[in-house]
């Protein structure tokens, strides 16, 4: 089971669109710009993290996803009208704005509004409208929350056909097809092989595996997004958890007779995969190096480790 978003709540009072803080309610696009631009959306996920003992609220690797925002808006052949550093500024201006002081997700977003530019020969170099919004979410970090997977039908997108290292909402469509027949099967989520039939990623994250003590995951020329948190959760491993990490190609068959699966991504957190295809993973349990993991995410990413600093952008001035 993924983090929960709670669209129950009231939306910010402020969004930041192109250049300045704007009243949630008059940050629009008109109906009509429905339309070929639209699949050319870029966009980011990031989480921010509340600390109520210090008041405080962390964005996690803030710069790293604004990296990532700007190499899929040079792919799709965007020019950005910002630098990262004006977009990491807006992120802080907007979340102060709203006074927020929970577990936040916060989305910047690259687009053409499919009315200024219907269509795709006229946004080739165009300069996109650019928005920063944020909604609150429940962590389920601790929770030891896990999912039963299916290896779905449907073939992972190729780098040579809609390159899935751009987080571009057109190629959500195959993670969509993948979750939706997983679900309709009684799966919580479903694990894509490519066009080779080797182990891509999950429908919204990232997949790592343990086998004979080793930590595995499909490496980035292997279908799948460039995930922030993967990158987070190899050099936890790696580093704090003394284990040795493979990046390599991975068989669907290896998922049935490893120790452990679990998943990672910004909007999945890490939460354990207990059987695949309706075999048990291991003893059917999250397994040891899941739950270090985390536990090392949760501290990690809250501030209540103080390790990798840099990991965390900070919101409010210190109170003391």
């Known amino acids: 089971m993924s983090a929960r978003f709670d669209y129950s709540t009231a939306p910010p009072a402020y969004v930041w669109l192109n250049g300045k803080l704007v009243p949630w309610a008059e940050a629009t696009v008109p109906v009509t710009a429905m339309g070929a631009s639209g699949g050319l959306a870029v966009f980011e996920g990031v989480k921010a993290y509340w600390n109520p003992a210090e008041e405080q609220l962390y964005i ?9 925002l700007y190499d899929s808006m040079k792919i799709v052949r965007m020019v950005p009208s910002y630098r ?3 977009l990491a500024a807006a ?14 997700y916060l989305r910047p977003v690259a687009f053409y509004d499919g009315v200024k530019l219907p269509s795709f020969r006229y946004t080739v170099g165009a300069a996109p409208d650019i928005c920063l919004s944020a909604m609150a979410f429940h962590t389920h970090l601790l929770q030891h929350k896990a999912k039963a997977c299916a290896v779905s039908s449907w073939t992972r997108l190729s780098d040579n056909q809609s390159p899935p290292r751009v987080k571009v909402m057109s190629n959500y469509q195959n993670n969509r097809l993948a979750f939706t027949e997983a679900f309709v099967d009684g799966y919580d989520d479903a694990i894509l092989l490519d066009e080779r039939g080797k182990v891509t990623e999950a429908t919204g994250a990232c997949l790592f595996m343990v086998r004979d003590g080793v930590v595995v995951t499909p490496s980035i020329s292997h279908g799948i997004l460039e995930s922030v948190t993967r990158d987070t959760v190899i ?5 704090v958890l003394g284990l040795t990490v493979q990046e390599r190609e991975v068989d ?3 998922l049935y007779v490893c120790e452990e699966v679990f998943l990672s991504g910004t909007g999945e957190e890490v939460t354990a995969v207990t059987s695949v295809d309706r075999l048990p993973v291991a003893d059917g349990q999250p397994g040891p190096v899941f739950l270090a993991v985390e536990r090392l995410y949760h501290d990690l990413v809250r501030g209540l480790d103080r390790r990798y600093p840099e990991w965390r952008t900070p919101v409010y001035e210190p109170t003391s």
């Open 60 to 68: 996690v690797r803030l710069d790293a996803h604004l990296k990532r």
């Open 235 to 239: 050099r936890l491993c790696r580093d």
């Open 84 to 86: 990262p550093e004006e």
């Open 252 to 254: 669907r068959t290896e």
């Open 91 to 104: 992120a802080l201006d907007m979340l102060r704005a709203n006074q927020i002081r929970e577990d936040t």
